[in-house]
C-alpha cells in the first residue's frame, strides 16, 4: 500500500512570496489533514478535511493561507504571502475516517529567507 | 495552539539501556498515542492506548494510558541505536463537532550510544 505522497520535499522562498504544497493520501482514506510541525516543536494541525469538506480550520491563519481538496482526494495547501515564521516542516496525514489512526507523509520542508 | 507536556526534552543513553519518558496534559483525552519521528520524516504511529489504566506492548515498547487520563507513560527496554529519534505522544478527544483533533506533545529527543 502506497504511503501519504507530499511535494515538494524542499522549499526556498523569500519573504512576501507565494508558495504551495501538495499532498496525494493513501487511497481510500477519507479524511486528510496539514499540520505546521517549526523546529522543536510537535505537529500542530492547520486543517482537517472530511472528503472535500473543511471540518477544522480554526488554527489556519486565513489571511494568508489556504487549502483545498476539491475532488475529496489530492490536497494542496497555499501560503501568500510568505512570512520568516512560516518555515518549518508542512505535513499531511491521512485517514480511513475521522477516529481511524493517521498515517503522515515526510513533509515538505520550506524556509523562508 | 494547545501541546502537552512531555518529559525529558532530550535523553542520551548508552545502547542496552532502558528508557522511560511522560506525558501530561490538563485536559482529558479519549485516547493516547505514541509517535516516533525519524529526521526528515513524517511521524510513526507506535501504540495506541484507548482506556483508562490500559497497559499496551509492541516489542520493546510498553505505554499506559493513565488513571486520571491526563497523562501517558512510554518506556523502550533494552534499547538500540536504531531507536534514535524524537519521539511524541499525542492526545485524542472531541471537540465541538470535530472528532479525532489531535493534539501532540513537545517532544523527546532520543540519542542512543552504541
Known amino acids: 500500500e502506497a504511503g501519504v505522497a507530499q511535494s515538494p520535499r524542499y522549499k526556498i522562498i523569500e519573504k512576501r512570496q507565494s508558495v504551495a504544497f501538495w499532498c496525494n493520501p493513501i487511497s481510500g482514506h477519507a479524511t486528510l489533514y496539514w499540520y505546521q510541525q517549526i523546529l522543536g516543536q510537535g505537529p500542530k494541525l492547520l486543517i482537517q478535511?472530511?472528503?472535500?469538506?473543511?471540518?477544522?480550520d480554526s488554527q489556519l491563519p486565513k489571511d494568508r493561507f489556504s487549502a483545498e481538496r476539491l475532488k475529496g482526494v489530492d490536497s494542496t495547501l497555499k501560503i501568500q504571502p510568505a512570512k520568516l515564521e512560516d518555515s518549518a516542516v508542512y505535513l499531511c496525514?491521512?485517514?480511513?475516517?475521522?477516529?481511524?489512526?493517521?498515517?503522515f507523509g515526510s513533509g515538505t520542508q520550506l524556509s523562508v529567507l | 495552539g494547545q501541546q502537552l507536556n512531555q518529559s525529558p526534552q532530550s535523553m542520551f543513553i548508552q545502547e542496552g539501556e532502558d528508557v522511560s519518558m511522560n506525558c501530561t496534559s490538563s485536559s482529558i483525552f479519549n485516547t493516547w498515542l505514541w509517535y516516533k519521528q525519524d529526521p526528515g520524516e513524517g511521524p510513526v504511529l507506535l501504540i495506541a492506548?484507548?482506556?483508562?489504566?490500559e497497559l499496551t506492548s509492541n516489542g520493546r515498547l510498553t505505554a499506559q494510558f493513565g488513571i486520571t487520563r491526563k497523562d501517558s507513560f512510554l518506556n523502550i527496554s533494552a534499547s538500540i541505536p536504531s531507536d534514535v529519534g524524537i519521539y511524541f505522544c499525542?492526545?485524542?478527544?472531541?471537540?465541538?463537532?470535530?472528532?479525532?483533533?489531535?493534539?501532540f506533545g513537545t517532544g523527546t529527543l532520543l540519542a542512543v550510544q552504541p
Open positions: 499525542a492526545g485524542q478527544a472531541q471537540y465541538g463537532g470535530a472528532t479525532n483533533k489531535l493534539i
Open positions: 496525514a491521512s485517514s480511513l475516517d475521522m477516529g481511524s489512526w493517521l498515517f
Open positions: 478535511f472530511q472528503n472535500n469538506g473543511v471540518v477544522d
Open positions: 492506548l484507548y482506556k483508562a489504566g
